[in-house]
């Protein structure tokens, strides 16, 4: 599966999923090698992102509003990354 964002920069996804505990999240799970803080500028502050499936010609799903990054947590044993977006909270 791939994740495209509104930078136009695409990155190879295992999952995406609504978070369970808390409503206005949403986890993705990548593989990318690079340092922590190089994938945390490529996802802190999206405006939208898109997640599609090469093999489906025509289907994707976009995400809107979820511009903060809540949480990055690297899994050294399985090459992957794990990001927590949220949509940020109104001020009140």
Not at 58 to 74: I, N, P, R
Request: proline share 3%; glycine share 8%.
């Amino acid at each position: 599966m791939k994740l495209e964002t509104n930078g136009g920069k695409v990155f190879n996804i295992r999952t995406i999923c609504a978070g369970l505990r808390k409503k206005n999240t949403v986890l993705i799970e990548l593989v990318d090698e690079r340092p922590i803080p190089m994938i945390a500028a490529d996802f802190d502050g999206l405006d939208s992102f898109k997640t599609y499936d090469e093999a489906i010609e025509g289907v994707c799903e976009t995400y809107t509003g979820f511009k903060h990054l809540a949480g990055v947590q690297e899994n050294e044993d399985a090459g992957t990354v794990r990001l927590t977006l949220a949509i940020p909270k109104k001020a009140k």
